[in-house]
């Protein structure tokens, strides 16, 4: 069964660098048919899509987080990876990674599998 | 910015009895192509990941009991449980996948009265 797994610092000081990686096993990255994703949910509030890869590289992000995220994949490693510019305690929040299929070749972006979650804490 | 709108922030059904859970969105999820309602729900447990329940706004997900059910029109969705378990109780979302960003309502915590 697949499984994923986040990993990285419970623990960003402000206007640094957030950085997750989330591990997949029981499958593969390199699947054609499914697109891989984070996903957080700060304290007290709504779940919030950050963004998603596919596994030659091609990224959906959000907007709103566009100007600070980057989204890498290392298939040899299958793993996949985000990174966030200039945290702030708005960033605190417990960070999931996620999948999402392809249906007739179009990205759905439905989260059928997710990991346990991560919790990032921001603070000096 | 599609805004999703989950009506009940708690409710509380005595077990066995039916549990509707609802979602409005704040503009239509119905694709007029595809004729599909490009809406999720899913089931968060305390300690756990979310679970996927239902897609395509009627469509339950392989595994899931066939107590929890869907339904909806283009902006007003429900989640029905026939006959509420003890294992029910958690936290439900809907989500939608319509339009970037894809965003989720803010959840219904669901109790055993």
């Given at each position: 069964?697949?499984?994923?797994?986040?990993?990285?610092?419970?623990?960003?000081?402000?206007?640094?660098?957030?950085?997750?990686?989330?591990?997949?096993?029981?499958g593969?990255?390199r699947?054609d048919?499914?697109?891989?994703?984070?996903?957080r949910?700060?304290?007290?509030?709504?779940l919030?899509?950050?963004?998603?890869?596919?596994?030659?590289?091609?990224?959906?992000?959000?907007?709103?987080?566009?100007?600070?995220?980057?989204?890498?994949?290392?298939?040899?490693?299958?793993?996949?990876?985000?990174?966030?510019?200039?945290?702030t305690?708005?960033?605190?929040?417990?960070?999931?990674?996620?999948?999402?299929?392809?249906?007739?070749?179009?990205?759905?972006?439905?989260?059928?599998?997710?990991?346990?979650?991560?919790?990032?804490?921001?603070?000096? | 910015?599609?805004?999703?709108?989950?009506?009940?922030?708690?409710?509380?059904?005595?077990?066995?009895?039916?549990?509707?859970?609802?979602?409005?969105?704040?503009?239509?999820?119905?694709?007029?192509?595809?004729?599909?309602?490009?809406?999720?729900?899913?089931?968060?447990?305390?300690?756990?990941?979310?679970?996927?329940l239902?897609?395509?706004?009627?469509?339950?997900?392989?595994?899931?009991?066939?107590?929890?059910?869907?339904?909806?029109?283009?902006?007003?969705?429900?989640?029905?449980?026939?006959?509420?378990?003890?294992?029910?109780?958690?936290?439900?979302?809907?989500?939608?996948?319509?339009?970037?960003?894809?965003?989720?309502?803010?959840?219904?915590?669901?109790?055993?009265?």
């Amino acid at each position: 069964q697949l499984q994923l797994r986040e990993s990285g610092p419970g623990l960003v000081k402000p206007s640094e660098t957030l950085s997750l990686m989330c591990t997949v096993s029981a499958g593969s990255l390199r699947s054609d048919s499914h697109y891989w994703a984070w996903i957080r949910q700060p304290p007290g509030k709504r779940l919030e899509w950050i963004g998603s890869i596919y596994h030659t590289g091609r990224t959906f992000n959000n907007p709103s987080l566009q100007s600070r995220m980057t989204l890498s994949v290392d298939t040899s490693k299958n793993q996949f990876s985000l990174r966030l510019r200039s945290v702030t305690a708005a960033d605190a929040a417990v960070y999931y990674c996620a999948r999402h299929p392809l249906e007739e070749l179009l990205e759905t972006f439905y989260f059928d599998s997710w990991g346990q979650g991560t919790l990032v804490t921001v603070s000096s | 910015d599609i805004v999703m709108t989950q009506s009940q922030d708690s409710l509380a059904v005595s077990l066995g009895e039916k549990a509707t859970v609802n979602c409005r969105s704040s503009q239509s999820l119905l694709n007029s192509s595809d004729k599909k309602r490009y809406l999720a729900w899913y089931q968060h447990k305390a300690g756990q990941p979310p679970k996927l329940l239902i897609y395509w706004a009627v469509t339950r997900k392989p595994g899931v009991p066939d107590r929890f059910s869907g339904a909806g029109s283009g902006t007003d969705f429900t989640l029905t449980i026939s006959s509420l378990q003890a294992e029910d109780v958690a936290v439900y979302y809907c989500q939608q996948y319509s339009s970037t960003p894809y965003t989720f309502g803010q959840g219904t915590r669901l109790e055993i009265k």
